[in-house]
């Protein structure tokens, strides 16, 4: 069964690049505007792994996980940070949220495929 | 369009468009004094996006400058640095030449960096102390957490203290023990996760099948068991792992797989050289419980652990604590609520489906004559079907004009940052206040309006606003205000440009057409005629070439790139208190209601929106002004009658007499006139066809549509016919102003 | 009405040995032609719809499958005697850089053949108004085929503006 994902990114573009990296590579891909409709979302489906950005409008990414991790049915859904960041203040509030690890963007391919091949095993 | 790549680029310079506009409108605001937490999100995140974007592509210059600018603007989000106006001036600036690196980026034209880097020097100045340019953060990373034996020896993280018990044996002792010697390409990891790593979504056991994947791998379990059976449940928190990879791998692959782990366990990779130390080590170690030379038989004991471990450790209070509406969001909100989808369509495309709507709508124009000529009755559900077509078909047209029309804000903001260089180029304070930015009109107009309102804004902020110091003396404000405002009025769009400067110079004006033989030496001309003077080719006020407007391009372009959209100019303009140009264009629907007419043997049509009411003149309407001159009395005011047979070169004019049927236009706001016709024959529908590009521009005639018959009837713009009549004359200096 | 489709992909302007196809058509009694590269396609007389304050030349404007084609009246425009149109009058739809106009002529007659060699600039002395607007000559059987210059013939933007 292939690996579903939700992505969950304010940039359209983000989220097209997403879904062309992730689709060629065999994963189920779900979208998501912000935190807000990520967790909308979430109520429909449950993904394998979430991917989600910071800087959102509405619920930002630090939101967005704290309120993954406090639901039952996504406590231990692993999620990456997807950002431009690459500061560790950044990297240190998203783990401290509850993210599993992140991907710096411009992501590559085979770098976001592999690290979501890991968490989800 | 089959390169994915190439569309999502495509796609993202479209949403740099729409980002670049948040970007504006964020500043703008902020420039009006609000600075509240949100406005700067919202600033922060369009230019953080852009720069996320042209990351994936390689935009570099546009990473760059993007970079720079979201760091300051991050420093203000924060509360680090202050925001002041002119941070806010700069901010704009910053946000015009980003505008500028997008459009070169997608253009693929050189950027030019040595404007860019002028700003980011700027920039930096404002983050100077604090931030010196935000360079050092970029490089911090995480780094590998490297632990040393000894750490590890103690186990002291834990919590229990108690690292010193007997070793717990699950497996058959025999269990391999030679090949737990690695080849000289071994590399030892010692992996220990603390409690948080379950918590964060990691798995060791994922972690341990992908250091399968380098290579062999001997992996052994350290269990280190609780002296009181009850602690059994912080298990986790007892596990380690010591692992030999045989691997060609560089020990950086090893920290690759652990990166997301870092800091959330305890870690150590040791290279073949180091093997003594790691077997010391070893010896002192709780001794190994179990030696597996797969990653399977983890398994069955790993997945249990992190939801066991979540629901008993007190150590991360932070999920119980997080906010929960989510989680108890109530079902009915279900999926893709707020989300509306957006789907990129060829404008060709979009062209094609709007001509086929014009046929359709043809077509069911004919199918009603049809109709109504077979005299069924208006009961009947063939009747009662075609009034549904006819709803539909009209909801149709609707809906497909409605792809093609955009706000004119995009086009406002382009003016926004005209104003803003043109003012700082001749050193003048202007404000520029935007009206109507959510009137649509098509896509097409609005580009084609870009060229002349750029220079009309130019204009206005060079030679319409008086320099500061007159502004001063003359007891205006220091600062000049230039107005731009959209509006849809009577079926065409208007578009205004004023200032309130000090109004067109007449008596230079006049002067300079005389010198330039523009207008005879003794001609006496009207305040309006003279105002028209600046659309003449060759006028140009400036004394002196100016480097802002004076580029040779005059009024006289602007109105002829307006006259080729189907528009007019006019002006109005008083001493002292400033000068508006309006813009009126026809709205570029592809349909239009119109009423044809027959005149001197031609069909035509005459839009319905520029029809006041219809006329048949009977005796008393008709006023003798001259021995061949006749006006109508309508409405209390006396009208001009116009014969459109003669106007449009078919007939010579006919005698006005009753019972003549006339049609009454405003061509302009408060102005009337009446056009003869021979015979009203019916209103309608008509789709309309360009005669631009075939033929050219007619004087009078806005456009063709070809009626059920087959044959082309012209649509005319009867403001124009009215304007351009002969022997009427409007004043357009005195039309009140809206 | 007669869909000329098949053309060669190669115009023929490079060689002046090769063969070159013109259409020919008669107005009155003189025979005119023009490159068949040209020539879209050729439609029977249909009235045309006035244009207010065009040049007489131009008969107005008809219905080309949906689009709007102006229509030139040879005749008027090369300064012959004005005829009313008749039903068997024919349009010659040409292609001309990016304009497409009709021309309505008395009728065509032929397809022609010849090289670039075979014609012949027009006398300098002319003969008649219509010079302007002939840009070569040939003698085909014992016939003066006058070549158009269409660019020439359509009118120009200030024509159309006056």
């Known amino acids: ?121 | 369009m089959s390169d994915p790549m190439q569309e999502i680029m495509a796609s993202f310079f479209v949403e740099c468009e729409e980002l670049h506009e948040a970007l504006i409108d964020a500043l703008q605001t902020m420039a009006d004094g609000e600075h509240d937490n949100e406005t700067i999100n919202v600033a922060f995140r369009a230019v953080h996006s852009i720069k996320g974007g042209a990351g994936a592509f390689g935009l570099e210059d546009l990473v760059g400058f993007s970079h720079q600018f979201e760091t300051v603007m991050d420093a203000c989000r924060s509360g680090e640095l202050a925001i002041s106006d002119e941070l806010v001036q700069l901010f704009l600036r910053c946000g015009d030449m980003l505008s500028d690196l997008i459009r070169c980026s997608r253009d693929g034209e050189p950027c030019d960096t040595a404007a860019s880097n002028a700003l980011i020097t700027e920039l930096s100045a404002f983050a100077g102390a604090e931030e010196a340019g935000g360079e050092p953060e970029e490089a911090v990373d995480f780094q590998p957490m490297t632990l040393s034996f000894d750490d590890l020896d103690d186990a002291p993280s834990g919590g229990d203290g108690l690292p010193d018990l007997p070793p717990l044996d699950p497996l058959p002792p025999e269990a391999t023990t030679e090949e737990a010697t690695p080849s000289g390409s071994a590399l030892i990891v010692n992996f220990k996760p603390e409690p948080e790593l379950y918590e964060s979504g990691n798995e060791p056991l994922f972690l341990l099948r992908s250091l399968a994947d380098l290579g062999h791998c001997d992996i052994k379990l350290n269990f280190t068991a609780p002296d009181n059976l009850s602690d059994l449940d912080k298990l986790g928190v007892r596990l380690g792992w010591q692992v030999a990879v045989e691997t060609e791998s560089p020990p950086s692959a090893i920290d690759e797989i652990f990166e997301f782990a870092t800091g959330l366990c305890q870690l150590d990779v040791s290279a073949p050289e180091s093997e003594a130390t790691a077997n010391t080590a070893n010896e002192d170690a709780p001794e190994p419980v179990a030696e597996i030379s797969e990653v399977q038989p983890p398994a069955p004991l790993a997945p249990e652990l992190p939801t066991q471990l979540t629901e008993s450790t007190p150590a991360k209070p932070a999920p119980a604590a997080a906010p929960a509406p989510a989680a108890a969001a109530p079902a009915a909100t279900k999926t893709t609520a707020k989300v509306s989808p957006t789907v990129r369509v060829d404008l060709e495309r979009i062209e094609r489906l709007v001509n086929l709507v014009g046929e359709l709508v043809i077509n069911q124009a004919m199918l009603s004559q049809s109709i109504a000529e077979e005299s069924i009755p208006p009961n009947s559900p063939v009747a009662a079907g075609l009034d549904e077509f006819m709803q539909l078909t009209r909801n149709i047209q609707e809906s497909v004009m409605m792809i093609r029309a955009q706000p004119v804000k995009s086009l406002f903001q382009r003016m926004s940052r005209i104003v803003r260089e043109a003012s700082a180029a001749v050193d003048k304070s202007v404000r520029l206040v935007t009206e109507g930015e959510t009137t649509e009109i098509d896509k097409t107009a609005i580009e084609c309006l870009a060229d002349p309102l750029t220079h009309m804004i130019r204009n206005a902020v060079d030679h319409g606003l008086e320099p500061t110091e007159t502004r001063i003396a003359n007891g205006k404000s220091r600062q000049g205000e230039i107005r731009l405002a959209a509006a849809h009025r009577s079926g065409r769009v208007v578009i205004e440009v004023s200032d309130d400067g000090g109004g067109i110079n007449r008596e230079k004006v006049h002067s300079i057409a005389r010198k330039k033989g523009l207008v005879p030496e003794d001609a006496s001309l009207t305040d309006g005629e003279i105002d028209q003077l600046l659309f003449l080719p060759g006028f140009s006020t400036a004394d002196e070439v100016s480097a802002l407007s004076g580029r040779g391009v005059g009024m006289d372009v602007v109105k002829t790139q307006i006259t080729s959209l189907g528009g007019r100019i006019a002006i109005e303009s008083t001493p002292g208190v400033g000068t508006k140009f309006s813009i009126s264009l026809p709205l570029t629907l592809a349909v239009l209601d119109g009423m044809v007419v027959t005149v001197a043997g031609e069909t035509l049509v005459v839009p319905l929106n520029s029809i006041v009411e219809t006329l048949s003149l009977t005796e008393s309407d008709l006023r003798p002004v001259g021995p061949n001159q006749v006006v109508l009395c309508v409405r209390e005011k006396f009208v001009p009658v116009l014969d459109l047979g003669k106007e449009l070169g078919y007939r010579d004019a006919l005698s006005i007499e009753k019972g003549a049927i006339a049609l009454l236009i405003s061509p302009e706001e408060g102005a009337l006139v009446a056009m003869l016709v021979d015979t009203i024959e019916d209103q309608r529908q008509v789709v309309i066809k360009g005669m631009q590009e075939s033929y050219g521009r007619v004087r009078g005639v806005a456009a063709a549509t070809i009626l059920g018959d087959g044959k082309i009837a012209l649509i005319l713009d009867a403001s124009d016919i009215a304007q351009s009549a002969s022997g009427v004359k409007f004043d357009t200096a005195r039309k009140e102003a809206s | 009405m007669t869909q000329i489709s098949e053309r060669d992909p190669n115009p023929a302007d490079t060689n002046g040995h090769e063969q070159t196809e013109f259409l020919s058509f008669r107005i009155g009694e003189s025979e005119y032609s023009v490159e068949i590269m040209s020539v879209r396609e050729i439609r029977g007389w249909t009235k045309t719809t006035s244009l207010p304050h065009a040049p007489r030349f131009v008969r107005g404007v008809i219905n080309l499958r949906g689009t709007v084609l102006p229509v030139v009246d040879l005749a008027m425009r090369l300064g012959l005697d004005e005829t009313e149109p008749e039903d068997r009058n024919v349009i010659i739809v040409v292609d001309v850089g990016s304009r497409v106009m009709g021309l309505r002529v008395d009728a065509v007659s032929d397809i022609l053949s010849f090289t670039r060699d075979q014609l012949q600039p027009p006398p300098d002395v002319a003969t008649s108004s219509n010079a302007p607007f002939v840009k070569a000559l040939t003698i085909l059987d014992d016939r003066m085929v006058r070549l158009l210059d269409l660019e020439v013939v359509l009118p120009t933007g200030e024509e159309i503006a006056a």
Not at chain 1, 39 to 63: C, H, K, Q, S
Not at chain 1, 72 to 90: F, G
């Open chain 1, 1 to 121: 069964m292939n690996i579903s994902v939700l992505a969950v990114d304010d940039s359209r573009t983000m989220r097209d690049m997403i879904t062309l990296a992730l689709t060629s590579e065999g994963f189920d891909v779900e979208l998501a505007e912000d935190g807000e409709h990520g967790l909308e979302v979430l109520d429909g489906i449950a993904p394998d792994v979430i991917i989600t950005d910071i800087n959102m409008p509405r619920l930002d990414g630090f939101g967005f996980i704290d309120a993954v991790r406090a639901r039952d049915d996504t406590k231990t859904t692993p999620i990456l940070v997807l950002t431009t960041e690459s500061s560790a203040d950044l990297k240190t509030r998203a783990r401290d949220a509850g993210a599993t690890g992140w991907i710096v963007k411009p992501f590559a391919q085979d770098k976001l495929v592999r690290a979501l091949r890991m968490v989800t095993g």
